[in-house]
């Protein structure tokens, strides 16, 4: 995935994002609260709503005014920084939100917002593994927020990491396990660990059994049975202790109407797994009609 297009991507995220964090954090962020004002001398205080207000009134550049003037005057405190990189993200700005969100994790380290929305401007200048670290640490500070596991879960796709994106939906299913998007995206990210398993096998083991089975299974649903015969016997020639292969063959044989293949292939399959419940059943089946 190109850079540009990263960033094309990320950008209405970064809008949504930046609407949670206000609301969930707005006790810290753009509010002026008496916590985000406790470090800064009383006189710049009124300086720092007032771009604090205009910041909420989409007043970018009158917003990075003030907070840099706070800034200059000695308000050097983790809100203005944050603030400010956040004035910064909107206008994409991306490398001095960066510069701006570091600067207030180092004065607050325990700032969650800040990890939050560092990792989104890390994603958008294709820093992958950089934002992965953050939204980590966002995790820990803040592991019941759904906006953080969202963010986690896009920078593993980003990076490839099958595992991490299931895993990430997976929290916020059991968050909220009402809420359509999060399964909806829960059952895409298992669909995606499939194909990387599928692609990684087919990688270490073009030969294997297990590849075989996968590509008879893909023209199943493709409805070339002949073509998917032929990939399950292959398979079963690979591996011939596989369980599994006979009772598919067993099945289709049954459905093509050919009761001696059927009957082969579901008795090979008791020879290997005896206690089969589904073998069993097809066994039965196979009886009733022949």
Not at 108 to 126: E, R
Not at 177 to 201: F, H, V
Not at 252 to 260: A, D, G, K, T, V
Request: aromatic share 6%; net charge negative.
């Amino acid at each position: 995935m190109t850079h540009s297009l990263i960033v094309h991507l990320l950008r209405p995220r970064i809008r949504v994002l930046l609407a949670v964090t206000t609301v969930v954090f707005s006790c810290l962020l753009l509010n002026g609260s008496t916590q985000a004002q406790q470090g800064l001398p009383e006189a710049l205080r009124n300086e720092f709503q007032a771009g604090v207000a205009a910041e909420k009134s989409g007043h970018l550049e009158e917003a990075e005014k003030d907070f840099l003037d706070v800034l200059q005057q000695g308000g050097n405190i983790a809100f203005v920084h944050h603030n400010l990189g956040t004035i910064y993200q909107q206008q994409g700005d991306h490398v001095r939100a960066i510069a701006e969100f570091r600067e207030a994790i180092h004065l607050q380290p325990q700032l969650a917002p800040a990890h939050i929305l560092l990792g989104a401007s890390l994603m958008a200048t294709h820093k992958i593994p950089d934002a992965i670290r953050e939204l980590q640490r966002a995790v820990e500070l803040a592991p019941r927020e759904p906006s953080v596991h969202m963010e986690l879960a896009k920078a593993y796709e980003l990076s490839g990491a099958a595992f991490g994106v299931v895993k990430e939906y997976q929290i916020l299913t059991a968050l909220d396990p009402a809420n359509p998007e999060y399964t909806y995206q829960l059952g895409r990210a298992y669909m995606n660990l499939s194909k990387w398993c599928i692609m990684e096998i087919r990688q270490r083991g073009p030969d294997s059994s297990r590849r075989y089975e996968t590509l008879a299974e893909a023209l199943m649903g493709q409805g070339q049975t002949e073509r998917a015969i032929h990939f399950f016997q292959r398979a079963g020639h690979a591996d011939p202790k596989l369980p599994g292969i006979h009772l598919a063959l067993a099945q289709i044989y049954l459905q093509q109407n050919r009761p001696e293949d059927a009957r082969r292939e579901i008795e090979q399959e008791l020879t290997l797994v005896p206690e089969s419940v589904a073998a069993k059943a097809l066994q039965q089946q196979i009886a009733a009609k022949h």
